[in-house]
């Protein structure tokens, strides 16, 4: 049960994920989540560094969906200002969302990799639909209301989950698995 919550990577930003070493993996779609892991969860304009980010994966021929819980409104809204593709109400811990995106886009979980700042939530979705995933830190130190829940919850399955996987330890970028 425990090994639901245990990301494939840990990488501090999303930014550092080399899009190169992507290519190089065989990886043809970065799911990610939104809020807090791609931009603020308060704030839907993205930054330089995301924009230079968005287009070296595009470069590399890789594409970036985004995979939300937020309504459709929510999402059209925060990605308008970067051309990304996007499925809303995903309803993650379930497997429904990363599902859809990839029977849309033909590709099976060994093309992909799933990124969010949450375990309850990215990580677990991602166990459940078999796709690597990637936990990075949140983009802010603070949370909508309705993800504060999740962080308490999150803060003890990370004390169980450092008593178990004594090799979760946070890296510059993804490595071969």
């Known amino acids: 049960m425990l090994s639901k919550f245990k990301p494939t990577w840990m990488i501090p930003t999303i930014y550092q994920i080399s899009p190169l070493k992507l290519n190089q993996m065989g990886i043809k779609a970065v799911f990610t989540d ?97 796709v690597r995933s990637v936990l990075v830190k949140p983009v802010l130190p603070s949370d909508a209301w309705n993800t504060k829940l999740n962080r308490y919850i999150e803060k003890k399955i990370w004390t169980k989950l450092l008593k178990k996987y004594n090799n979760l330890t946070w890296q510059e970028d993804i490595d071969e698995r």
Do not use: C, E
Request: hydrophobic share 40%; glycine share 4%.
């Open 34 to 130: 939104l809020d807090n892991t791609l931009i603020p969860w308060n704030n839907t304009y993205g930054t330089t560094q995301l924009k230079n980010w968005i287009n070296a994966l595009y470069k590399h021929g890789i594409q970036l969906v985004v995979i939300s819980n937020n309504s459709h409104k929510r999402v059209s809204k925060a990605v308008q200002h970067f051309n990304i593709d996007y499925i809303s109400r995903a309803y993650k811990p379930l497997p429904s969302g990363i599902i859809k995106a990839l029977k849309k886009y033909n590709l099976d979980n060994k093309q992909v990799i799933m990124v969010g700042d949450q375990l309850l939530t990215d990580v677990v979705a991602s166990n459940n639909a078999k």
